[in-house]
């Protein structure tokens, strides 16, 4: 069983900044995917960005050049700085890991991008 915690989420003008945290604790040895999704109101989850153990990053076209990923393998931790945030990048992020062939989430910590 995995847990994890999210942290960093807020209210940020356009333009503005904002790091989120996940740690994930638990009977885990070593985890190699993680990443963060989003949901908006009315839409679906969507990917924005993945790393694996290996430092291999995949982001979402949409975040690609703003957004950051990594991660601190000895802490079972995974960041994302989001910088030149937008209004249209307010939605609940969530924290996802892929352990043992099973899916893993996140409570969610919400980031609203308003003047």
């Known amino acids: 069983q995995v847990q994890l915690v999210e942290s960093g989420g807020g209210l940020v003008q356009p333009g503005g900044s904002l790091r989120l945290s996940c740690a994930a604790s638990g009977n885990i040895f070593s985890i190699n995917a993680m990443g963060w999704y989003r949901q908006a109101p009315e839409k679906q989850r969507e990917l924005v960005a993945t790393?694996?153990?290996?430092?291999?990053?995949n982001y979402a076209d949409s975040v690609k050049g703003r957004f950051t990923i990594s991660r601190d393998n000895a802490k079972n931790t995974v960041y994302l700085q989001m910088n030149s945030l937008k209004p249209e990048d307010t939605a609940v992020y969530y924290c996802h890991v892929y352990y043992l062939g099973r899916h893993y989430w996140g409570q969610g910590t919400q980031v609203t991008v308003s003047s």
């Open positions: 790393i694996t153990s290996g430092d291999t990053t």
